[in-house]
């Protein structure tokens, strides 16, 4: 993995990401993150997106952290979702996706509520 990410930096990519969906339990480490140099940390829904920016201090911008279970919800609770985790987020520095993307199943509708807010969110 190490060779592939030199090589895309070699070849002028802008950004590469590192995602392993396997890793657990990595919340307990969200302080010790940022001193491995990375620019972004991705944080799953089981971390308190206050808590994971507070943790990760302000340099660090944040990606995520909503459940792909919301789409499975009303548009109301769809929008409350993606409101509060922006605001806990702060302002700036933060990239907000579905952690580990849209499940099967998910009604396209909701998916498209999600992405109508998404794009309606000003910082």
């Given at each position: 993995?190490?060779?592939?990410?030199?090589?895309?930096?070699d070849?002028?990519?802008?950004?590469?990401?590192?995602?392993?969906?396997?890793?657990?339990?990595?919340?307990?480490?969200?302080?010790?993150?940022?001193?491995?140099?990375?620019d972004?940390?991705?944080?799953d829904?089981?971390?308190?997106?206050?808590?994971?920016r507070?943790?990760?201090g302000?340099?660090?911008?944040?990606?995520?952290n909503v459940?792909?279970?919301v789409?499975?919800?009303?548009?109301?609770?769809?929008?409350?979702?993606?409101?509060?985790t922006?605001k806990?987020?702060?302002?700036?520095?933060?990239?907000?996706?579905?952690?580990?993307?849209?499940?099967?199943?998910?009604?396209?509708?909701?998916?498209?509520?999600f992405?109508?807010?998404?794009?309606g969110?000003?910082?």
């Amino acid at each position: 993995m190490a060779k592939y990410i030199c090589y895309q930096a070699d070849n002028e990519a802008q950004a590469v990401q590192i995602f392993d969906s396997w890793a657990t339990g990595s919340g307990g480490l969200l302080e010790r993150l940022p001193l491995t140099g990375v620019d972004v940390v991705s944080l799953d829904w089981i971390v308190d997106m206050a808590d994971g920016r507070k943790r990760l201090g302000p340099n660090v911008a944040v990606q995520g952290n909503v459940d792909p279970v919301v789409l499975f919800g009303s548009k109301g609770f769809i929008t409350n979702r993606i409101n509060d985790t922006v605001k806990k987020a702060c302002k700036g520095k933060h990239i907000l996706n579905l952690r580990h993307g849209i499940k099967v199943g998910a009604p396209e509708e909701n998916v498209g509520r999600f992405f109508e807010i998404a794009k309606g969110l000003r910082y």
